[in-house]
């Protein structure tokens, strides 16, 4: 078992974000977005590939400057039969200063290296072991993103862990479990997080990079966090190639909410989700998905009147946590559904308290009448005709005076103080 409580967090949208359909980040897009994911307190972010295309040669050629979060380059082991300190992809890495990290994605699945990479099952060994030592001489932190890592497993756990091991006795901080196809389910990920941490990795060394093909992303990361992994890499909204990434904005609030995980965000900058979150949308024009869980619009709205009027009395009856904790906000909606509660409380939202506009109506009434007793003393619709009766009207026999004009039962909005239906005067 994982004895430390703080799990670090790794964004992978400047990368991952930029492989989905439609997505064009320019270097100043990518400078907007990392901004924000430093203020809202990540440990690390990832800028793209240096010599992969010329925006992310621009964008590490003029790097945002970091606060908080580490800067990481995306790269990839070294080519087969070519030693490291020869591989141009591995020497590009460290054409940037502003690189701190290293992440570099190998092969730990048996099928992908025969099949995809044609190459000896040893050699891919070697090929993660050298570019980790190597990339190690150029900057301080190196990771290796175990590429296929759950299906490799599943279909080879001696080789899978050999790639790990690897990666680990060449020095590398991280080994990053990846879901590269997204086929994964969290009872699978938490069984295999747990075989291999009991095969001698430990889960401080070990991270979680989920892809969303089965919706599971997200429940993906928090079980291999449960299980023992202490980084989680994702992308803001879960913005990624096919069906998106693990989405940070959701793992971010569920670690620090629900399963008491210490990150390097503060209770404070939690309450700029939502503002991060609309970065994003912003950057890429598109329109903020109301139903996103924690910073929806509609995430904290309440339609229906019963949910509504037990809102009102506490707001733990119909949400999970407070919407102000991550910087959403209630939303009473008033609608041919909605219930008088809701009117109550959106008026209350507005500054109007209805109990108010109940007496200021009445004493409006009392006026027009020329009675011997203060209108602003009337409390309600009872002490009206209690005065009222004092100085000698009667209601006992008029019944039509509390029905709505043309209704045919008595309802509230009574015609009282109608001048054809003013009852006899004593
Ligand atoms: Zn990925």
Redesign the pocket.
Known sequence: MSTSNRVYLYD?TLR?GAQTQGVDFSAADKVRIARALDALGLDYIEGGWPGANPTDDSFFANPPRLERAKLAAFGMTRRAGRSAANDPGLNALKAHDAVQVVTMVGKSWDFQVTVALGIELEENLRMIGDSVAHAGKLVGEVML?AEHFFDGYKANPGYALAALKAALSNGARWMVL?D?NGGSLPHEVERIVAEVIAAGIPGERLGV?C?NDTDSAVANSLAAVKAGVRQV?GTINGL?ERCG?ANLISIIPNLMLKMGFETGITEEGLKSLVSVSRTLDEVLDRKPNRSQPYVGASAFAHKGGLHVSAVAKDPACYEHVDPARVGNVRQIVVSDQAGRSNIVARMADLGIDIETVKRDALVRVVESMQVDFDPREVADLVDLIKRLEHEGYAYDTAAASFEPAGAPRPGPGARLLHPGALPRHR
């Open positions: 992978t991952d993103d990846c590269t990079h892809h890499q990624g990434n």
